[in-house]
Structures are given as structure tokens and as C-alpha cells.
């Protein structure tokens, strides 16, 4: 019904930047909360930042100042421009949607996450 598809993934250098792209597609009714979420060797998934339908902006500690998030409600896509890149951001990215479901003959599904597959993001010099 939902496909959520990552992009952009790949080697970094440290200081340099990357920028993922995640595309939802599918039966959508509607999109609030889109994030990004990651989760590096050994350790559990922690969230980066999220971006919600009036455009709250939330990031972590971690990532504050460095990473943007951004949304395009026409094309049902979050993207996460990653600067001043660390070794420590090393890890698999994941993004989630909140988003209603279309349903034929009845009404929307509730507020529902979805996840995409992950993308690798690896900094090293």
C-alpha cells in the first residue's frame, strides 16, 4: 500500500556533507510527522531529527546545527542535508512517516509509521 524509498546514502569524508532523500508513494491520504532515524553497529536506533506537517523542526544533540531537515508536501518527501560530517555519524539511516492510509469504500486509516529499509551512511577518511 505505502512504499517508502531512501537515497543518498554513501561514503563521507570527515567534514564534508551528504544528503539523503526518502520518497513516500502508495495510497496516501495524508502525511504529518516525517524523521530521520539511525542506527549505528552495536548500538540501539536513535532518532536525528524530525519535521512535522506546519514544519516543527526537531533534532538531536548530536546533530543540531550540522543537520537540516527538510520536507516537500507536493512530492511526499523528506530530506536530511548532513554537514561537518563526523566519524561518529557513522550508521544505517532510516526515515519514518506518520501518515493516514486511503481505503477504498471507508474512511482513512488512523495515523500509522511507516519505515523505509535504511541507507548507509559510513564516514571515514
Known amino acids: 500500500q505505502v512504499q517508502l524509498v531512501e537515497s543518498g546514502g554513501g561514503l563521507g569524508q570527515p567534514g564534508g556533507s551528504l544528503r539523503l532523500s526518502c520518497a513516500a508513494s502508495?495510497?496516501?491520504?495524508?502525511?504529518?510527522?516525517m524523521g530521520w532515524y539511525r542506527q549505528a553497529p552495536g548500538k540501539q536506533r536513535e532518532l536525528v531529527a524530525t519535521?512535522?506537517?506546519?514544519?516543527?523542526?526537531t533534532y538531536a544533540n548530536s546533530v543540531e546545527g550540522r543537520f537540516t531537515i527538510s520536507r516537500d508536501n507536493a512530492k511526499n518527501t523528506v530530506n536530511l542535508q548532513m554537514n561537518s560530517l563526523k566519524p561518529d555519524d557513522t550508521a544505517v539511516y532510516y526515515c519514518?512517516?506518520?501518515?493516514?492510509?486511503?481505503?477504498?469504500?471507508?474512511?482513512?486509516?488512523?495515523?500509522?509509521?511507516?519505515w523505509g529499509k535504511g541507507t548507509l551512511v559510513n564516514v571515514s577518511s
Open positions: 519514518k512517516v506518520n501518515l493516514r492510509v486511503l481505503r477504498p469504500y471507508t474512511f482513512p486509516t488512523d495515523n500509522l509509521d511507516y
Open positions: 502508495g495510497s496516501i491520504f495524508s502525511i504529518n510527522t
Open positions: 519535521i512535522t506537517s506546519d514544519y516543527t523542526m
